[in-house]
């Protein structure tokens, strides 16, 4: 069944199933979803293991060392190329929960960290990657 529109003129609509970059991009923003890639190449990168860790600072000090992944838990992780490429994504939640997600080709890390709602607006995900002193290979 068709549908006329009557009109001086000639009207065309279009729907599109899907989404494009922009939308997506639009959906992140709108859930408050931060993505970043990282990519990290070295000739000595290949064969080796690597860990992620997160460190909780409350007043400029040290309160909380969570290792989030560590590639000697199975030989499948350990870094097989001269490259190592990987996405975070990270999203404060309504229920005051700061969500990390750490995605590789294949398989992906998550945690979830409680945030007092007094602090919610005071938080601040930081990276400290600095490849000369906290990047180390193992």
Not at 73 to 92: C, G, H, N, P, Q
Request: no cysteine.
């Amino acid at each position: 069944m068709g549908h006329q529109i009557f009109g001086q003129s000639k009207a065309t609509i279009e729907t599109k199933d899907g989404l494009d970059f922009n939308d997506l991009q639009h959906i992140l923003y709108f859930e408050g979803i931060s993505n970043q890639k990282f990519n990290i190449k070295s000739d000595s990168l290949k064969g080796k293991n690597y860990q992620i860790i997160i460190k909780e600072f409350k007043h400029g000090k040290l309160s909380k060392t969570d290792i989030v992944f560590d590639s000697k838990e199975d030989e499948y992780f350990r870094i097989k190329t001269d490259s190592l490429s990987f996405a975070v994504l990270t999203k404060m939640t309504d229920f005051s929960y700061f969500k990390i997600q750490f995605q590789f080709d294949g398989f992906s890390s998550e945690r979830k960290y409680t945030v007092q709602p007094s602090e919610k607006d005071k938080f601040a995900l930081k990276s400290f990657l600095v490849l000369k002193h906290n990047f180390q290979l193992i």
